[in-house]
């Protein structure tokens, strides 16, 4: 089985051009093998909302590192693998917005998966297919809107998938990071 890296973010504000937190879930043959997470100084100005959601306010960010920071270590592994994401294309657009605004190396495309919509499709009849409602179904446990616990269930719900014989792979999309959307 190929690597996964799984990963939530949280942004300070209503633009989601940056970040003020990132969790980071590793499946590696078929198993979670890391999950950690950390602040982000965003280096902009935080709304009250998502300060509300997240618990996240400036003085939690402001000895954090910047997002430059945290690429220098991630980079080539989400550069290199499969990123996976519950609602992907809000992640994957904050991520790609991050890239663009500090300049930093990336290639055009990043391969990702979307565990929501794969949770359409494969339960249809369910009302709700939030991370949230896919950790009740799936009994995991969840700090929501903490960017580690998210992308360590998230994790958890994709092996769930993978282990009840699911078909993830028409759920691979290539997303391209200069326009900031989905190529396939």
Not at 24 to 39: K, R
Not at 57 to 69: G, H, I, K, L, Y
Not at 72 to 86: D, I, P, Q, R, T
């Amino acid at each position: 089985m190929q690597p996964f890296i799984v990963f939530d973010v949280e942004t300070p504000n209503h633009m989601n051009n940056r970040m003020s937190a990132i969790g980071i879930t590793v499946i590696q043959n078929g198993l979670i093998t890391q999950s950690v997470g950390t602040f982000i100084n965003p280096e902009t100005y935080f709304d009250l909302f998502n300060t509300q959601l997240t618990g996240i306010t400036p003085e939690a960010v402001e000895n954090a590192p910047t997002f430059p920071e945290i690429w220098k270590s991630v980079g080539s592994a989400f550069s290199e693998n499969v990123l996976v994401a519950h609602n992907a294309p809000f992640d994957m657009s904050v991520l790609s917005k991050c890239l663009t605004h500090y300049g930093l190396e990336c290639p055009g495309s990043l391969t990702y998966a979307c565990t929501c919509n794969m949770a359409r499709r494969f339960f249809p009849r369910m009302e709700h297919h939030g991370l949230a409602d896919m950790c009740e179904y799936y009994n995991i446990e969840l700090d929501h809107h903490k960017a580690d616990s998210d992308a360590r269930a998230c994790a958890e719900i994709l092996l769930r998938y993978i282990n009840e014989g699911r078909n993830i792979e028409p759920f691979i999309r290539k997303y391209d990071v200069r326009s900031k959307r989905t190529l396939r």
